[in-house]
């Protein structure tokens, strides 16, 4: 079994991920972090290059759901109508629920799924578990929750350390522009 804290594959940001080469992967659905992922920490406004990229998305055909463990459903409900997604709310990550909440909104499977965010012990992990396609990218701004900060402590050798693996390995599998293929 694959190690289910390890992502698939980095990127820098979602706008960098190659989506014709996730469509490539039988990729048919999107489940997204919402914080640091889709907006930046606890805001409701989404950046262009976001917003665009899930347009592109959504017009090649990928079904995009947020699931979100932001304490304010009514802020995640409220990007998701904007940009047209599904959303779970108050999702449990990273218990695997939360994300066969997100496939069954989806109407996917593990093997037809990606799931993308910025925290690997939040956005990774229950979804590698489940077998999911995984990308972990860098979270947009600096500002996120204490609790977080603390997180990051552990998380940052590790991306060191696949940033090092990817760039030994060549181009990334699923992602254009991935730091890890640089
Ligand atoms: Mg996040």
Redesign the pocket.
């Known amino acids: 079994m694959r190690n289910p804290v390890r992502p698939s594959c980095l990127a820098e940001a979602v706008w960098t991920i190659d989506l014709d080469a996730l469509l490539g992967r039988g990729i048919r659905g999107l489940i997204l ?5 889709v907006v930046d920490w606890n805001q409701g406004w989404v950046r262009p290059q976001v917003r665009g990229w899930l347009e592109a998305a959504r017009e090649r055909g990928l079904g995009l759901c947020l699931v979100s463990n932001a304490l304010r459903g009514e802020r995640v409900r409220r990007v998701a109508r904007d940009l047209g997604m599904k959303a779970v709310v108050r999702a449990g990550k990273p218990l695997p629920r939360a994300f066969r909440l997100g496939m069954a909104a989806l109407g996917t499977h593990p093997a037809s799924t990606c799931a993308i ?3 690997v012990f ?2 990774i992990v229950g979804a590698s578990w489940l077998g999911l396609t995984t990308i972990l990218v860098f ?1 947009l701004s600096p500002r996120e929750s204490p609790h977080t900060r603390l997180i990051r402590l552990i998380e940052r050798p590790l991306r060191r350390r696949w940033a090092k693996r990817g760039r030994r390995q060549g181009a990334s599998r699923c992602a254009g522009a991935a730091r890890e293929g640089g």
Do not use: A, E, K, V
């Not at 972090?33 to 992922?37: C, G, M, P, R, V």
């Open positions: 972090d919402l914080d640091n992922t965010g910025d925290q939040t956005d979270p």
